[in-house]
Nanobody, 123 residues
């Protein structure tokens, strides 16, 4: 079983930055892929960024590429999402997710989820 817990959300002005953290506990494997998704009110849960636990290869959705950076710290058992140049359209609940082996972009490809952290981008 894997437990995920997000933190770092909050209110930020347009153009600002935030860093989200995901604490990972439980039994993990080197083949794990970690990802961030987000869900705005009334919308579906969308893929944001993913990273392989081993090797650190990362991939992004087109909407956040060049603005967001995903990273992981194997020693700290944590995954991070650095978000820069935030826009009101980035407002959503952000979720950390884990998959045992898939470089996925769809929610049903991920078996483990955190509770989410709210990011609000507004004046």
């Amino acid at each position: 079983q894997v437990q995920l817990k997000e933190s770092g959300g909050g209110l930020v002005q347009p153009g600002g930055s935030l860093r989200l953290s995901c604490a990972v506990s439980g039994r993990t494997f080197s083949t794990f892929v970690m990802a961030w998704f987000r869900q705005a009110p009334g919308k579906e849960r969308d893929f944001v960024a993913g990273i392989r636990w081993s090797g650190g290869w990362a991939y992004y959705s087109d909407s956040v590429k060049d603005r967001f950076t995903v990273s992981r710290d194997n020693a700290e058992n944590a995954v991070y999402l650095q978000m820069n140049s935030l826009e009101p359209e980035d407002t959503a609940v952000y979720y950390c997710a884990a998959s045992p082996w898939v470089d996925g972009t769809k929610p049903n490809q991920f078996d483990y989820w955190g509770q989410g952290t709210l990011v609000t981008v507004s004046e």
